[in-house]
């Protein structure tokens, strides 16, 4: 069993001891040192925001969560079953002094997690997340008198607020959504998403919409992460030519993959792209796109193609956002899956690149596959090396770097050779003893071969040093 204290927030599976796993205790332990932070840092604000996806646990942590905000003299705001993106929006709306989100995203049932948010409805920052952690470790946290306990209150109005500012959008055609009467099927995957997206869609003048997995209580009916092998019945359903559309997310709807008309997979990878197209088709010429190092080329050469440049950040969504403020970029995001549309909020949003896609697809006017079709043709391969833990990761990496060294090397985020038309990312885990090697061609078997070579490297390297 697991806990992962990062930055990024506190994961962990559910049963178990605490200090190993997402016990009671921990949750009651990071919660608190949470408040600690946000008391620190901005005293003025006592108002907290929390929301959950429907994980079978989700309750339970809740009352967890709530009650120790309560012992600190928080006012705690509860949306209740919600999605990541709406807590997100939620935060500023609410003038809170953050929040908090209960999910483990994509991660199995016995998982959950907090994710926590800033002020403005960002997830921390490198810097406030080492100094929770540290308060955690210190225990440098207290509780409030009696008579200065704080509040609670449940909100479910959220949700439809959030659609309706993704629908005052200017690049959302309601319209065109309306007119184009898509017939559509949504994996709801026994969470959130089995009615936000519906909600979202009605909201859009979508009539006919079938719901797959539709009961939001945290039975995921298939692995949640929206990969291909996880996805056959919703390509079994599109299958039999009935529908335009497959929308699938993961339990917390911040990921966001299509399946086309005859159920092929559109291809994760391929949704920030073409919301990306849409995006760049409306925009003056110039305009600015990011994704992460390991997400596809197919980014670049799309927002090149609309003279627009294309830059690319460190894996991780803070990083992502960081790069997007820094250069002024009007979409980016992750080859997950991930849309960020700054017009509405910088984080990943299923919803609005729900919304932006219909949009496009509605002008282009011809079937989801079709449109895949006009869009370059790259395949990632994804591999790992298991190393001994004694091993020196930092040395190996470095010998790759002096092996490749003629060509272009990207070290934002372990180490990236660039070549002509492929690449190759080895980024080392910072939970487990191995190395992720990631490469990408226009030829599935020059990205798989490219990885294996890779690999074979390693495994030189790491003789030579035995």
């Known amino acids: 069993m697991t806990l ?23 949750v009651v332990k990071y919660t608190a040192a949470f408040g600690s932070l946000l008391r620190k840092s901005n005293p003025q604000k006592n108002t907290i925001v929390i929301g959950r996806d429907a994980r079978i646990s989700g ?29 997100e929006v939620a935060v500023p709306r609410e003038n809170a002094a953050g929040g908090i989100i209960l999910t483990a995203s994509h991660n199995p049932i016995q998982w959950n997690a907090l994710k ?27 509780f409030e008198d009696v008579k200065k306990l704080g509040s609670y209150r449940k909100d479910n109005t959220h949700l439809q607020k959030h659609i309706e500012d993704i629908k005052n959008l200017a690049l959302v055609d309601v319209d ?52 291909a092998k996880h996805l056959t019945h919703i390509s079994n359903e599109m299958e039999k030519g009935d529908f335009d559309l497959g929308i699938v997310v993961d339990p917390d709807v911040d990921r966001l993959a299509f399946v086309n008309e005859n159920g092929e997979l559109f291809g994760e990878e391929y ?3 073409a919301v990306a197209d849409y995006i760049l088709s409306k925009t003056p010429k110039g305009a600015k796109t990011v994704s992460n190092l390991s997400s596809t080329l197919a980014l670049k050469d799309i927002t090149e193609k609309h003279g627009g440049e294309y830059f690319a950040s460190a894996v991780g969504e803070v990083n992502v956002v960081n790069k997007m403020k820094e250069v002024g970029a009007v979409i980016g ?50 591999k790992k090396i298991d190393l001994d833990p004694s091993m020196d990761v930092d040395h190996i990496l470095e010998q790759i770097t002096v092996k490749y060294k003629k ?8 180490v990236k050779i660039l070549f002509e038309k492929e690449w190759v990312q080895l980024r080392k885990s910072n939970t487990e003893p191995i190395v992720r090697i990631y490469a990408e061609s226009e030829f599935e078997t020059t990205a798989d071969n490219l990885a294996d070579k890779i690999i074979s490297d390693i495994k030189e390297i790491v003789n030579k040093t035995a």
Not at 211 to 226: D, S, T, Y
Not at 334 to 353: K, M, Q, S, T
Request: aromatic share 8%.
């Open 4 to 26: 992962i204290k990062s930055i990024s927030g506190i994961r962990g599976t559910i049963g178990g001891k605490p200090s190993e796993t997402l016990s009671p205790f921990d």
């Open 59 to 87: 309750e339970m942590i809740s009352g967890l969560v709530t009650n120790t905000l309560i012992a600190q003299g928080f006012e705690v705001i509860d949306l209740g079953l919600s999605t990541t993106p709406t807590v």
């Open 116 to 142: 926590l948010l800033n002020e403005v409805g960002e997830f921390i920052s490198a810097e406030d997340g080492k100094l929770l952690l540290s308060i955690a470790d210190q225990e440098d946290f207290q």
């Open 176 to 227: 065109a959504i309306k007119k184009a009467d898509f017939s559509i099927v949504v994996d709801g995957i026994n969470s959130s998403g089995a009615f936000a997206i519906p909600e979202l869609l009605r909201a859009l003048g979508v009539t006919s919409i079938k719901v797959l997995n539709e009961e939001p209580n945290g039975h995921f009916a298939h692995n949640p992460e929206p990969l």
């Open 271 to 273: 949704t920030l792209v």
């Open 333 to 382: 995001g992750e080859g997950n899956g991930g849309i960020i549309y700054p017009e509405l909020h910088y984080g990943r949003d299923a919803l609005v690149g729900v919304a932006l896609f219909l949009s496009h697809l509605a002008h282009f006017n011809k079937p989801v596959g079709f449109l895949r079709k006009t869009y370059p043709n790259y395949f990632i391969a994804k």
């Open 407 to 414: 060509y272009p090397i990207d070290f934002q985020d372990g």
